[in-house]
């Protein structure tokens, strides 16, 4: 890989900045990195807190370079994005997760991301097919995490997508809400099965009267839907009881359980049993 490298390195101008250097890089090593086998999938729980029990485990993409060690999913997506990788390493994705999922106990739920440019690739519906064909998982027990971006672009054939994968068993739950421009309207486009309540209010729920009014709101609305909300990026006792009491389904964070790969998983709620 080293040699490699810098035949790589020879073809840029002397001039060329660093920074346009470094990606150039990033995107020729992200272009070897799945026939090299450096992705894994981490997985990190989701309690339904009525129940007590974990319902769920989101998978998020792990990229262990050679020589950076673990690239945040936040860096190297959207340069797969751009190069046209993303189809290939969503169908990856897709795949390991199935696969993974298969081995879990009947009742637990796996979560993939997905983004908005493999809804403009017509093979998506037949990659999450073929993905519940080969493992054998129940489509029931997939779930389809997609941002507002996805809803943004040509919207009636993003729905009609929508409605197709829908037809196939699976859930699909809107990521990062209340962050875009117009959520609620999103809201009327599709039935969404669940709302993942963004990050951002509630790392400030238990500082700032407004993140807790949006919050009481979010889950209010859901209800009322009929969709589940499950609270995202929960790190402390504190916020966990913010949320029980505003009625959220389910919570999901550091404070339930870290991302981990698929072999340390633990299905039963030992972190709850223990405090
Ligand atoms: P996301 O879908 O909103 O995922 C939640 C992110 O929050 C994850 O970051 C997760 O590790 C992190 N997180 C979970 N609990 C906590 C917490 O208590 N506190 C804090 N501060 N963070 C927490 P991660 O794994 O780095 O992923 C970042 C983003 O990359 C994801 O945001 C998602 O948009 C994207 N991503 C990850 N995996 C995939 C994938 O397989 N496909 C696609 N298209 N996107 C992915
Ligand atoms: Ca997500
Ligand atoms: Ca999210
Ligand atoms: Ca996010």
New binding site residues.
């Given amino acids: 890989a080293k040699s490699d490298r810098r035949g790589t390195y020879r073809f840029f101008e002397p001039e060329m900045d660093a920074q346009l250097q470094a990606r150039r890089l990033l995107e020729a090593d992200l272009r070897k990195a799945l026939a090299n086998d450096e992705f894994e999938l ?1 997985y ?1 729980p989701q309690i339904n807190i009525r129940r007590h029990e974990i319902s769920g485990f ?4 792990r990229w262990r370079h050679p020589e950076r060690g673990m690239v ?3 860096e190297f ?1 959207p340069v797969a994005e751009d190069i046209g990788l ?1 189809a290939p390493l ?1 169908d990856w ?1 897709l795949e390991r997760a199935c696969a993974e999922a298969a081995n879990w106990p009947k009742d637990i739920k796996v979560a ?4 908005p440019v493999q809804f403009r690739n017509r093979a998506l519906v037949e990659s999450v097919d073929k993905a519940l064909t080969r493992s054998g998982l129940s489509p029931s027990r997939l779930e389809l ?1 997609i ?1 507002e971006s996805v809803l943004l672009q040509d919207n009636e054939t993003t729905v009609a997508t929508l409605h197709q994968l829908r037809e196939l068993g699976v859930c699909v739950a809107m ?2 809400f209340g962050t875009g421009y117009s959520s609620l309207s999103y809201l009327r486009s599709f039935p969404f099965d669940k709302i993942k309540i963004d ?1 951002s209010f509630v790392r400030e729920l238990t500082s700032r009267a407004d993140c807790l009014a949006i919050v009481h709101s979010i889950t209010r609305l859901g209800a009322s839907l009929g969709m589940i909300t499950t609270a ?4 402390t006792e504190e916020q966990y009881q913010q949320l029980r009491a505003a009625g959220c389904t389910e919570v ?4 339930f359980g870290r ?1 981990q790969p698929a072999r340390d998983l633990v299905f039963s709620l030992f972190v709850e049993e223990r405090r």
């Fill in positions: 981490y990190q989101e998978a998020l993409l945040s999913p936040a997506i993303i969503g994705v993939v991301n997905l983004s995490e941002t990521d990062d990050q995202e990026g929960v790190e999901q964070g550091y404070y991302p």
